[in-house]
């Protein structure tokens, strides 16, 4: 298993941006597929994005254009920068790995970070 901590929430008004960083613990990150999931209060948490080892990425369409993950393997870190932010997308955001490396499906996302929350002012 792989540890996983957030970092990079805030506060931030509508339309302005927020970087997310997910650094891992664990000598085999390469090899996972890593992801970002959200949980707003009184909401199921949902997928909002993920790459896999190779880098193919993966979008929620709701973030689709806005968002954008990426991965920095020598520093074992998983980024998400979130642009254009609206009041829908304020929740606790996690992030998550997947030792298949695939990131297709988010029933294969064992290992979770302690959340980061973002915050939108309208």
Do not use: H
Request: include cysteine.
């Amino acid at each position: 298993q792989v540890q996983l901590g957030e970092s990079g929430g805030g506060l931030v008004q509508a339309g302005g941006s927020l970087r997310l960083s997910c650094a891992a613990a664990g000598r085999t990150f390469r090899n996972y597929a890593m992801g970002w999931f959200r949980q707003a209060p009184g909401k199921e948490r949902e997928f909002v994005a993920a790459i896999s080892w190779s880098g193919n990425s993966y979008y929620a369409d709701s973030v689709k254009g806005r968002f954008t993950i990426a991965r920095d393997n020598a520093k074992s870190t998983v980024y998400l920068q979130m642009n254009s932010l609206k009041p829908e997308d304020m929740a606790v955001y996690y992030c998550a790995a997947d030792p298949t490396g695939y990131g297709l499906g988010t029933s294969n996302f064992g290992s979770w970070g302690q959340g980061t929350q973002v915050t939108v002012s309208s």
